[in-house]
């Protein structure tokens, strides 16, 4: 469990768009701090995990606590949790059950509140859903082909076939922003592709079927600052690779696997993220929990070596987690009311899908 920078899908970063993207970020985040501004009211906010596997820290500490913080500030914000996107890349759809309702269950443990935010999921909203039809025609095979973090999730398949679905998902992400008009897509890097897509999509959808007039808005990205948090191997921290702390984990089941998870055999314990990644990661896990920084960690820990420092970080996370296991173990207890949040978002999530098809319909004149 380290943490490095966000990974880059591997021909970003010489594309001068993601410059562009990053800037943008940069002054949104602004927009967004700024309690003065007006600007704010124009804002919503669309964000969305694939239900393949539990929530983690990763998730925790990257995404949720920010979007209950856009949430508090007002912002208003639909949170979806992307069932169709679970096939793009494996043959089943897996615990799908479990994994939407832990979903929904981290939501509300970490804050996010059904009666401000929309919570709801792919295959409940249909119109959301019709949308791609329209937008697979504004986009050719070879942008599709090209798309960094499609080949990237391609080359981790380990020579499965490219299915329709895996290549066209972009789009089905745009549908996802746009049906809802968000301008704010809180995502990691990695999704970054997808929101320049988005906007390459309303621009054209805008010109070629609705005469110029501005039916699609053109999001911006909103990049995490936090850094990534490793797993307990040193890789990527993943849903579906099992080498997380889950947020559903009890305290002991998290210092059984932090004590477990690799790091190195220097006892003094630095902050070198190049070239100690794993203790580094670590370091940063504690330091993002305690809202200290990674060197006051390392100091503290000092020459106490990989069990001390693992003995930090159990600490760090188990009582940054406290209140959220606390509020998920007693909302687990009542699935009904789980439920009932969720079909809520998904009727309100429908509406809005409604809405925005019988505009499309209507400029696109196909209203019989
Ligand atoms: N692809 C996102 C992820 O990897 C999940 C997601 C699906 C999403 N639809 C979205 C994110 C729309 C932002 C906007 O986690």
């Known amino acids: 469990m380290t943490v490095l920078p966000t990974s880059t899908p591997s021909d970003m970063s010489t594309d001068p768009s993601f410059d562009a993207a990053a800037s943008r970020s940069v002054l949104l985040h602004e927009l967004i ?36 913080e856009l949430q508090d500030k007002g912002i208003e914000s639909l949170v979806l949790v992307a069932d ?80 329709g679905l895996l290549l066209t998902y972009p789009v089905h992400q745009a549908a996802d922003i746009l049906f809802c008009h968000a301008n704010v897509v809180p995502i990691g890097r990695d999704n970054l592709p997808h929101v320049e897509q988005t906007r390459l999509i309303a621009r054209r959808f805008n010109r070629r079927y609705a005469g110029g007039q501005e039916v699609f808005r053109e999001p911006d990205a909103l990049l995490s600052d936090a850094p990534l948090v490793l797993g307990l191997d040193g890789q990527k921290m993943s849903k579906s690779r099992g080498n997380s702390v889950t947020l559903a984990a009890t305290a002991d089941e998290t210092a059984a696997l932090i004590r477990k998870a690799r790091t190195d055999s220097e006892r003094r314990i630095t902050f070198e993220p190049g070239r100690r990644p794993e203790v580094s990661s670590m370091l940063t896990t504690a330091a993002l ?80």
């Open 33 to 68: 701090d700024d309690p003065e501004s007006s600007g704010r009211v124009k804002l919503r906010v669309l964000t969305g995990d694939r239900p393949t596997g539990p929530l983690h820290i990763g998730h925790y500490l990257a995404s949720l606590r920010s979007r209950v």
């Open 84 to 163: 169709y996107q679970v096939i793009t890349d494996r043959d089943s759809v897996g615990a799908i059950q479990d994994n939407v309702m832990g979903c929904v269950l981290d939501y509300l443990a970490a804050g996010i509140d059904p009666e401000q935010s929309t919570i709801f999921t792919h295959s409940a909203v249909p119109a959301l859903n019709q949308l791609l039809l329209p937008f697979l025609s504004l986009v050719t095979d070879s942008e599709l082909r090209r798309n960094p973090t499609v080949k990237d999730e391609l080359a981790a398949t380990d020579g499965r076939p490219l299915s």
């Open 289 to 368: 929990f305690r809202g200290e920084s990674p060197q006051q960690i390392a100091e503290q820990v000092g020459d106490g070596g990989a069990a001390q420092l693992k003995k930090v970080v159990i600490e760090a996370v188990n009582e940054g987690l406290a209140g959220h296991r606390r509020r998920r173990a007693e909302l687990a207890a009542d699935q009904a009311y789980l439920r009932d949040v969720l079909r809520a978002g998904n009727a309100r999530a429908d509406e809005i899908a409604e809405a925005t098809l019988a505009t499309v319909r209507q400029v696109m004149q196909m209203t019989y």
